[in-house]
T-cell receptor
């Protein structure tokens, strides 16, 4: 069974500094995808970044990068130059590869609340 | 292109009442799903569909029904609401197969008294 662990219930960072949000996963699948979502206080789920298990390079999307260490089964999110608007809940999620009628369930971690201080 | 839409945004029910949460997407995605979000537990999959006419159970299906008569719509029915179903419900959609990104609707906050 797949499992996602986010060990940091809350994180604090000063504006303009970088912050790393931890995520470890457990799966027996060889092909899987790792996702990070942001959930601001307004409640919507916003997709941030994706990393495939066969991708050799770490994914980057603007100020977001994913530090993927396959052997350690970790997929940490790095936010550079934090902004006040980055204050939100962040979820790490994993999905096994889907094919045919196999859906590929998305399994979520419990989330990390990030607070950016001015 | 509205993406994934959900109605209503908020709902209060009494125990035993039934209701349907609506979900629609205009991206022609084959895969759709319903999740619930409870404090401290992340999101959990309730039901999903891999195409019109095809649905299956997720992690926490009890007390919920779904149907998928069209590609666009995927309603979630609460048969007899219970306080344990107080939660935030998210509908999501994505393209078929592979590891494609999943897009979420804005959510429905449901309270069962």
């Amino acid at each position: 069974a797949q499992k996602i662990t986010q060990t940091q219930p809350g994180m604090f960072v000063q504006e303009k500094e970088a912050v790393t949000l931890d995520c470890t996963y457990d799966t027996s699948d060889q092909s899987y995808g790792l996702f990070w979502y942001k959930q601001p206080s307004s409640g919507e789920m916003i997709f941030l970044i994706y990393q495939g298990s066969y991708d050799e390079q770490n994914a980057t999307e603007g100020r977001y990068s994913l530090n993927f260490q396959k052997a350690r089964k970790s997929a940490n999110l790095v936010i550079s130059a934090s902004q006040l608007g980055d204050s939100a809940m962040y979820f790490c999620a994993m999905r096994e590869s889907a094919g045919g009628t196999s859906y590929g369930k998305l399994t979520f971690g419990q989330g990390t609340i990030l607070t950016v201080h001015p | 292109n509205a993406g994934v839409t959900q109605t209503p945004k908020f709902q209060v029910l009494k125990t035993g009442q039934s209701m349907t949460l609506q979900c629609a997407q205009d991206m022609n995605h084959e895969y759709m799903s319903w999740y619930r979000q409870d404090p401290g537990m992340g999101l959990r999959l309730i039901h999903y569909s891999v195409g019109a006419g095809i649905t299956d159970q997720g992690e926490v299906p009890n007390g919920y029904n779904v149907s998928r008569s069209t590609t666009e719509d995927f309603p979630l029915r609460l048969l007899s609401a219970a306080p344990s179903q107080t939660s935030v419900y998210f509908c999501a959609s994505r393209e078929r197969g592979g590891l494609n990104t999943q897009y979420f609707g804005p959510g429905t906050r449901l309270t069962v008294l």
